[in-house]
C-alpha cells in the first residue's frame, strides 16, 4: 500500500510539472501570435492568384487565398507559412522572431513552373481477364518494376498518409475550430483536468485494477 501510494503521489508531480510547462508554453504562444495577411500574384503579369494553399510548414494548418488573391491566417513569430498552388513554384517565408508587432503583412510573388510531359499512348482492355493476364506476363522495364514495388510498399503508403498536407478545407477548417475552443474560455482560465472529480475517480479505479503496476514477465 505504501509503495502505490508513493506511486501516486509520484504521479502527482509529474502531473503538475506537465501542467506547469504546458501553462507556460500557452502563455509563450499568446505572446508570440500574429496575424499574417497579404496577398499572392503572379509575377509576370501582377495578376491575383485564387485559392493558394497557405499554411505553416510544422502544424500543417493554415487556410487559402480568397477569389482575389487574398489570405489570413494566424502564426507565431518565427514560423515558417508555405505557399503551394498547382502550376507556381512554392515558395516559403519566415516571420521574424524578433517582430515587435501583433500583425505582419505581405505580397508575395509567385513564377509559373510549367514542364512538359512525355507523351503516353493509353489502351483500354475490354475484359478483367485481359488486364489480368497483362498485369501478370507483360514485360516491363524492370526499372519501371522497382520503381512500382518501392512506391506502393505498405511502408511507403504508410510515410506518405503520416506526412501528407492537409487540404486547403481541412487546415482552414482546423483553425477555426482551434480559435472557437480558444474564445470558448476567452478572459478566463481554462478547464484542468488536475482538479476534475470523474478524472480522480477513473484514477483511483485504475490504480485498483493494477492498471499503473509493473507486469509481471
Known sequence: MKRSFSKIIGLLAVLLTVYTGTYAQQARDKSTLVQVTGVVKMSDSSEVIPYMAVYEKNLRSGTMSNDKGLFSLLAHKGDTIVFSHIGFTPKE???PA??????YTTTQYFEQDTF???DYIVRAYMKREDFDYAMRYKDFNPDINEA???HTSRDAIAMMMKNMPMAQGEG???????AAYQNTYLGQQM?????NPFKWAEFYKAVQ??????KKR
Open 209 to 214: 485494477r493494477g492498471d499503473y503496476s509493473r
Open 116 to 118: 512538359m510531359l512525355e
Open 172 to 178: 482552414a477548417a482546423f483553425l477555426q475550430r482551434e
Open 93 to 95: 517565408i519566415v516571420i
Open 98 to 103: 524578433e517582430w515587435d508587432k501583433n500583425f
Open 191 to 195: 478547464p484542468i483536468g488536475l482538479f
Open 148 to 150: 512500382i514495388k518501392e
